[in-house]
């Protein structure tokens, strides 16, 4: 089993920055890719940028050129750095885990961007 921490959400005014961080525990050495979801209210969780054990990075359209997703796996932490947040970026950001047999999320952290 993995076990996915984050932190680093709050609230930030439009154009502003914020990094995420998770942090792995657990049967990290199984882990094949990670990333970042989000999940607005009324709306289904969608993928934000994934990247693998090799350092393949996937973002989706809207956030590309803004985020950048990076993991540290000597310290089994993953990234995610927000820049030029916008208000539709507004969600709870869910660290994601997946090993070959089993897939692991975090408990989610609340970004709001808002002025």
């Known amino acids: 089993q993995v076990q996915l921490v984050e932190s680093g959400g709050g609230l930030v005014l439009p154009g502003g920055s914020l990094r995420l961080s998770c942090l792995a525990s657990?049967?990290?050495?199984?882990?094949?890719?990670m990333g970042w979801y989000r999940q607005a209210p009324g709306k289904e969780r969608e993928m934000v940028a994934t990247?693998?054990?090799?350092?393949?990075?996937y973002y989706e359209d809207s956030v590309k050129g803004r985020f950048t997703i990076d993991r540290d796996n000597a310290k089994n932490s993953l990234y995610l750095q927000m820049n030029s947040l916008k208000p539709d970026d507004t969600s709870v950001y869910y660290c994601?885990?997946?090993?070959?047999?089993?897939?692991?999320w975090g408990q989610g952290t609340q970004v709001t961007v808002s002025s």
């Open positions: 994601y885990a997946a090993l070959r047999f089993a897939a692991y």
């Open positions: 990247i693998s054990t090799h350092g393949s990075t």
């Open positions: 657990g049967s990290v050495s199984d882990i094949v890719v």
